[in-house]
């Protein structure tokens, strides 16, 4: 019957730019743990002020829910350019959630006014050009899904252009004017990993990438992709000092590993 939409913010961008850059909604612990708690003690205190059971389920990035155009049409801002959605007084650096409820709620006004305008500053900052025009991407070229979901070899083009990233990017919300307003993390999302991130991090074993990890969204790319992603950053970097660390990692039991480790030593070596 009615569709609670929550932004929750996390560790705002940062424009510094590190050797390997992680991005700042990962910084913290991972949102998938941390979020369906606080949902489910919003939905308990709904409960106890109503003296009575509802009916509820409650998401975050979890289920089949068009969560950027919900959270427009209950009146948390509109969804940019760059297809994030962006609230004036908060910019894009939060996650969205939603309680689905079995009561009728007053609905909020719909937010209808687009201010992006003419600006195209994250269309022209996207390293891989992934940013179509039509408020959409293509996803196959975004450094987000490369670094994350993408699971086998990254295309040597792509390589080429995911620069120093190696999980997430912050590009598009970097350059986003909005994000000036962008509020402080909640506690749960404050940077907790250890920063910045060491190109020895390319040699972790599983039960050290796991006991790191243990609690931070990094661990959805598993030590496979995380090591390819530091290979193909160290490669980018061009830093002679990390080439004994692509060498051990040409013994790596991983061949995605050992692959791009190749391709990030060559690199270096071609300088």
């Known amino acids: 019957k009615s569709i609670l939409v929550l932004a929750i913010p996390y560790t705002p961008i940062s424009k510094e730019n590190s050797n390997l850059q992680i991005a700042s909604y990962a910084l913290g612990d991972d949102y998938h743990d941390v979020l369906p708690q606080k949902l489910k003690a919003i939905v308990e205190f709904i409960e106890e002020q ?10 975050t990035d979890s289920g089949p829910i ?13 969804i940019g ?13 939060f996650f969205l959630a939603e309680i689905l409820l079995g009561i009728e709620l007053e609905p909020d006004e719909s937010f209808s006014t687009d201010h992006c305008g003419t600006c195209n500053r994250c269309i022209t900052a996207c390293p891989t050009h992934c940013i179509l025009p039509n408020r959409t991407l293509d996803s196959n070229r975004c450094i987000s899904y490369l670094t994350i979901e993408h699971k086998t070899e990254i295309s040597e083009e792509l390589r080429n252009q995911i620069g120093n990233w190696i999980f997430g990017c912050d590009v598009c919300q970097q350059v986003c004017p909005w994000n000036r ?9 404050e940077t907790k990993i250890p920063l910045p991130v060491l190109s020895g991090d390319l040699l972790l074993d ?20 995380y090591a390819r992603n530091i290979a ?12 004994p660390l692509l060498e051990q990692a040409l013994q790596d039991d991983e061949s995605l590993i050992q692959t791009h480790a190749k391709w990030a030593l060559e690199k270096i070596n071609n300088e």
Do not use: H
């Not at 068009?66 to 509109?78: F, H, I, S």
């Open 81 to 93: 350019k760059n297809s994030m959605l962006i609230n004036p007084k908060a910019g894009s650096t």
């Open 181 to 189: 307003f962008s509020q402080p993390a909640d506690s749960a999302f």
């Open 232 to 243: 193909i950053a160290i490669g980018n970097n061009k830093n002679k000092k990390d080439i």
């Open 206 to 225: 599983p039960e050290a990438f796991n006991q790191r990890f243990k609690k931070s969204p990094i661990k959805r790319t598993k030590r496979r992709g």
């Open 66 to 78: 068009l969560e950027r155009e919900l959270a427009q049409r209950a009146g948390l801002g509109w």
């Open 50 to 59: 109503l003296d009575e059971k509802i009916p509820n389920r409650y998401y």
